[in-house]
Every structure is written in structure tokens, then in C-alpha cells.
């Protein structure tokens, strides 16, 4: 397969500029900096009983209790937490809340073509329920629906665009149109689509743990769960760190971190994704790049980026590098990786030459629980007792509330409209054991870095991956 170069080779800055760029950035996560969490809740110190009990902090946990209460205002929930709330990719990722439950309208076609037309709208109503809670209950949290922008870097990515919006998916933008909406002189087309948001990841953290306290929900943090307990009958038993909580019902939504059971253990690895912050933009770098629209952007590239607007005018630039680490490990010195942030860097750069001499603000990354379906999974478990959702791949922003209500549905013993959709009845197939799951993700890697190379033309192993219904996305 011949090799090419990307705009982001041929148009690359001069190092010296990326240097620049990174000279006084903050190794520290930009949300968390301008939303401070606040003092911790108290950690659990004895055994006690709960109705339902949600393990983790994160949006899927938080939207799961809150919407335990908002069901059932006499059910008494707990929610438990290892560290502190939101601390992993809740308030690390873009704040890119989508519609889409599937990863986009072509991974959802090729697995569940019957189901499509049923997951939009489930999706829509999903977000629509998003914005209503925050909206009906004052909670601040930057949320703004400004709608997308998806961009193609490369010619052979325009056609991409046009069938897109053949297949009435958005508004598509020939070059002239989509430079008079963001200044990049990378773009050659784009395609614009509505109902996509954007909020502030740290802020929605916050104001969601505050609506389940004033719903009544307890919340735990700093106790870790070491196990889950069972047995024929009888209440659920999780040993912890503080002592004993016993619950009628549990929701597990610790999604990247390994799996509380074992049968899902092998469905997620964890990816990191890195991101950069700029400092806030001039009014004079603003009109230079043109991007008034406030629109969410990404490109079309395999190791693709993403990018958008802060609420004080930075400009937030992720995505592209995805990295695994042998054995699926987490840990903090994995977000230390000073060669993505200079590409990073550069490709911001590239994108957008006007910013030369920018600062870069902030750096930080996080992990993400990947699955083979690359959209979050469900299940159900220990005699209807248990219930488990993970795998979101990056779109959990939004869909961590639609998860919330399938695992809600499934404890409570419902047959509803999402219990009986085949993207719930349905798990992913699981990543094989290692190390065989490390070579198979790096040689992934690599084939999609050569069709990206290749102008979007995918290898045998591509291909072999596509047949399954298997692979692996940034």
C-alpha cells in the first residue's frame, strides 16, 4: 500500500513554534482546574443496607441514581465511589455531549440496520432529556446545543462527506462554504448536522451530584469496592474498604477500571486520549479564524481529532493518538506523554496557522473504556440482581444517561423499549487474553495509521477486522 503524507506532514509548523507553544503549559486537567470539586463526602465507615447501591462516580453512576429518584422518590439509593466523583474520564473528556448511541450512523448501520431509525430516536429523545434536566432544575453546566461540524483534511474524505449527507445525515459544505464557517486552510469540505452539544464536563459532574443530595441520594466517596457478593437469595453484599454495604439492588458503572464481574472483564480495554487547552483567544485570533459558530468539529481521519470552544474562548484539540498499554493497565504516568502533545500541538498549529504564538494552557489525558462494538454494552447478572453498562468508547457524555436507564429497567424486571433492543440483549464480543489483545490492538494501530497514509484505503487486516464486526477506533 503506498505511503502519502497528511496535511499535518505537509503543512507542519516549525518545531520552534510547537516548543513555543508548550513552554508554560499546566500538566493539569482544565475542567477540574475551573470547576474545583470541593471537599470529598464522607467515606463509608460501617456496614449498612440500601435499596439500590451504584458503584462509581462517574456520569453513568450519577445519572443512574438520579434517575433512581426521579422514578422512584421513596427508593433509597447509595452511591459509592473509589476516589473522588467525575475524577476519571467524567470530567477529563471534551464535554462533546452526542445524540448518537451508536458511535455514529455508520457503526450503528452496519450492526443493527433494523434498529437504526429506533436508536436516533431514542438518542434524541436522550439528549432532549439531557437538556431538560439541567434546564428544569437551574444546574450550571455550560450545556449549549451548537451542533456539529465534521471536516474532511484529505480529497479523498469529501466524497465521505457527500454520501453523508446523501444519506441525509447533515448539510454538506463545499470548500468555500466550510472555510466561511471556521478559517482552516486545511478544509475542503464539511458537513454540518443539529442537535449535538457541548458542556463543561467538571461543571456537570458537580451539578449532577448535587441534584441526586437534593433527590435524596447518598453519596460515598473514597470507598473503594473489592468485591461483589451473592448468594442464592438475599440481598447483594459489597465488601469495601469501609465495611459491608448490602443492597436489594446494584448497578455497576465503573466502566474503564476492571470490571466488579468477572464474566466482563476481557469486554473493555482502556485507551488513552490526550488533549490540549490553548490560553483564551483575542478577539483579534477569533475574527482570524473565523469560528463563530461554536460548532463542535472533528475531521475524518481514523486517528481522528476533535476540537471546540471553550466557554471563555480557548480552543480544547484532542483525539488523534489512542494508546493502549500492554496488560490494559491505568495509571497516572501513563498521561504523561510529552511526544502526543507536541504532535498535538503541531496538528493545532497546521490546523490553524493564523495562531501562531498561542499558548498552550493546559495538558492532560485520561482513559477510555473501549469495546469491540465501540458503544456501550449492558448486562444483567446474579439472578436479575445485578446490573452492568460499560464500554461507551469515548460518547459516554451522553449516552451515560440512556445507560442509566437500561440498567434501571433491567433490575427493576421491565420490559421496555430499550430492554428489548438488540444492542442491549447483545454484548460485544470480548478482546482476547494477553498478550494476544496488546498485538492485535497495535497491529490495528498500525493499519489504521497506513490507511490514513493510503488515502482511507484499508489493509487486509482492516478488512479481516470489518468482516467480523470487530476493530479498533480512536
Not at 450492526?111 to 439541567?134: H, M, Q, S, V, Y
Amino acid at each position: 500500500m503506498a505511503r502519502s503524507h497528511t496535511v499535518f506532514e505537509r503543512q507542519a509548523p516549525h518545531p520552534a513554534a510547537v516548543t513555543s507553544s508548550l513552554a508554560t503549559a499546566r500538566d493539569s486537567c482544565f475542567w477540574n482546574d475551573d470547576a474545583p470539586l470541593g471537599d470529598p463526602r464522607p467515606a463509608l465507615r460501617s456496614d449498612r443496607h440500601t435499596e439500590l447501591a451504584v458503584v462509581g462516580g462517574g456520569f453513568t453512576g450519577l445519572w443512574t441514581a438520579v434517575r433512581a429518584k426521579q422514578r422512584d422518590p421513596h427508593r433509597t439509593v447509595t452511591l459509592i465511589e473509589g476516589g473522588r466523583l467525575g475524577w476519571s474520564a467524567s470530567s477529563r473528556n471534551g464535554g462533546f455531549c452526542a445524540a448518537s448511541l451508536t458511535h455514529g450512523e455508520e457503526n450503528g448501520r452496519s450492526r443493527w440496520p433494523e434498529e437504526l431509525a429506533r436508536l436516533d430516536r431514542l438518542g434524541r429523545d436522550n439528549l432532549a432529556g439531557i437538556a431538560a434536566t439541567f434546564a428544569d432544575h437551574g444546574l450550571d453546566t455550560e450545556f449549549e446545543q451548537t451542533g456539529s461540524l465534521s471536516v474532511a483534511v484529505e480529497p479523498h474524505q469529501v466524497e465521505w462527506l457527500r454520501a453523508a449527507a446523501a444519506a441525509d445525515e447533515g448539510t454538506f459544505l463545499d470548500e468555500a462554504a466550510v472555510r466561511a464557517e471556521v478559517a482552516s486552510p486545511t478544509y475542503l469540505a464539511g458537513l454540518t448536522a443539529d442537535g449535538d452539544a457541548l458542556l463543561h464536563p467538571a461543571k456537570a459532574v458537580r451539578a449532577l451530584a448535587g441534584l441526586a443530595e437534593s433527590l435524596g441520594v447518598e453519596i460515598v466517596e473514597r470507598t473503594p469496592v473489592r468485591s461483589v457478593e451473592t448468594g442464592r437469595t438475599g440481598p447483594v453484599r459489597l465488601q469495601t474498604s469501609g465495611g459491608t454495604l448490602t443492597a436489594d439492588r446494584v448497578a455497576l458503572a465503573t466502566n474503564v477500571f476492571p470490571a466488579l464481574l468477572r464474566r466482563y472483564r476481557r469486554h473493555t480495554v482502556p485507551v488513552y486520549d490526550y488533549v490540549v487547552v490553548t490560553e483564551p483567544l483575542t478577539a483579534q485570533q477569533r475574527d482570524a479564524i473565523g469560528w463563530h459558530s461554536r460548532r463542535g468539529i472533528d475531521d475524518l481521519a481514523n486517528q481522528f481529532h476533535y476540537y471546540r470552544l471553550t466557554g471563555d474562548g480557548r480552543i480544547l484539540f484532542g483525539g488523534y493518538d489512542a494508546v493502549h498499554h500492554r496488560g490494559g493497565r491505568v495509571a497516572p504516568s501513563y498521561e504523561h506523554r510529552p511526544e502526543t502533545y507536541r504532535r498535538l500541538t503541531a496538528h493545532l498549529l497546521t490546523t490553524f496557522p493564523q495562531l501562531e504564538g498561542i499558548r498552550i494552557a493546559h495538558r492532560w489525558a485520561g482513559p477510555i473504556d473501549t469495546c469491540t462494538r465501540f458503544c456501550a454494552f449492558f448486562g444483567l447478572a446474579r439472578a436479575g440482581r445485578v446490573a452492568h453498562a460499560a464500554g461507551f468508547t469515548g460518547l459516554g457524555v451522553g449516552a451515560s444517561r440512556f445507560a442509566g436507564d437500561v440498567m434501571l429497567d433491567l433490575l427493576d424486571g421491565l420490559d421496555t423499549e430499550r430492554t428489548r433492543l438488540r444492542m442491549v440483549r447483545e454484548a460485544p464480543l470480548p478482546f482476547p487474553p494477553e498478550p494476544l489483545a496488546s498485538i492485535g490492538i497495535e497491529l490495528t494501530r498500525r493499519s489504521l495509521d497506513r490507511a490514513d497514509h493510503a488515502e482511507g484505503r484499508r489493509d487486509l487486516w482492516l478488512r479481516t477486522l470489518d468482516r467480523a464486526g470487530l476493530g479498533f477506533d480512536s
